[in-house]
């Protein structure tokens, strides 16, 4: 799983501008002191709309599990992802490093690792299960069946790419749902590399939106 950073929009300088020019006012270069301040003021009291001036475009590589819980996200954000509608290529799909077993205080979750037996277990019916879809799929393809159909008998777990572009507002409510602790690992491995990427491109103003979380 990766995050690829493609571009921006802005800088830490242009969420603060956006700020001032309520008083028709705008630095020419970004201050560490008061524009640092201003960035916190805002995020602490809820003045988000001077984040949502801040865009960044990243490629994001997931399972289909995976990023169908970070698309439920929308509101800033545009999407474009794959389709397998016109896509036929060898499909890709997601190992993942461990098992985990159930949770036993909660409904959905996920608990310690498994034992060393479960997990040689485990790993064996997954592949299993992984190379009968991969056979049945081209299979379905070799016998003259649309990609758009065969793709049906694909699993969760295969790879699937997007664009996701929106306001660096936008990508703070994504990580505040998925870095917590009670997230799914796998998207919470996601979401500690969007929030790298931001931090590196909006470093105060992407503080000042976290410290409030």
Not at 130 to 146: H, I, K, P, R, W
Not at 191 to 213: G, H, N, R
Request: aromatic letters at 8%; a negative charge.
């Amino acid at each position: 799983m990766r995050v690829e950073y493609l571009d921006r929009l802005g800088t830490d300088l242009s969420i603060v501008n956006a700020a001032r020019v309520s008083m028709d006012k705008q630095h020419a270069e970004f201050d560490p002191d008061s524009d640092t301040r201003l960035l916190q003021y805002l995020a602490r009291e809820g003045h988000i709309s001077p984040f949502f001036h801040a865009q960044l475009s990243l490629r994001v590589t997931a399972p289909i599990f995976v990023a169908r819980q970070l698309l439920r996200s929308t509101v800033g954000l545009a999407i474009n992802e794959v389709s397998r509608r016109y896509v036929d290529k060898d499909p890709e799909f997601y190992v993942p490093a461990e098992w985990r077993s159930r949770a036993e205080n909660v409904k959905q979750g996920s608990g310690d690792s498994l034992s060393r037996t479960d997990v040689r277990r485990a790993n064996a019916i997954y592949h299993d299960a992984l190379n009968s879809a991969e056979d049945a799929y081209a299979d379905l393809l070799a016998n003259g069946v649309c990609p758009e159909q065969a793709r049906m008998i694909l699993p969760q777990s295969m790879m699937t790419t997007w664009i996701w572009t929106g306001s660096l507002a936008a990508f703070s409510r994504v990580c505040t749902l998925r870095l917590d602790s009670h997230a799914q690992a796998e998207t919470r491995e996601i979401a500690v590399q969007i929030a790298d990427i931001c931090a590196e491109y909006f470093p105060s103003a992407w503080a000042a939106l976290m410290s409030t979380k």
